[in-house]
């Protein structure tokens, strides 16, 4: 893969990650404020971590 090419999927893996730690971050106040029910807040809490270790593999 060409070196830019494989810089803006770094950067679009990046971008998507900073979005899966907003997404959770706006998961934990919806259950401090049990705005969901806690089985639908661990469903897409789930769904995020499946999104996540698509774009990382395993790094964490």
């Excluded at 401090?32 to 774009?55: C, G, M, P, T, W």
């Amino acid at each position: 893969m060409p070196r830019h090419k494989k810089e803006e999927v770094e950067q679009y893996h990046h971008l998507l990650l900073e979005i899966y730690a907003l997404q959770r971050k706006e998961l934990f106040k919806m259950r401090k404020h049990k705005e969901f029910e806690d089985s639908e807040i661990r469903k897409a809490e789930l769904q995020i971590d499946l999104n996540d270790l698509k774009v990382t593999g395993n790094e964490h």
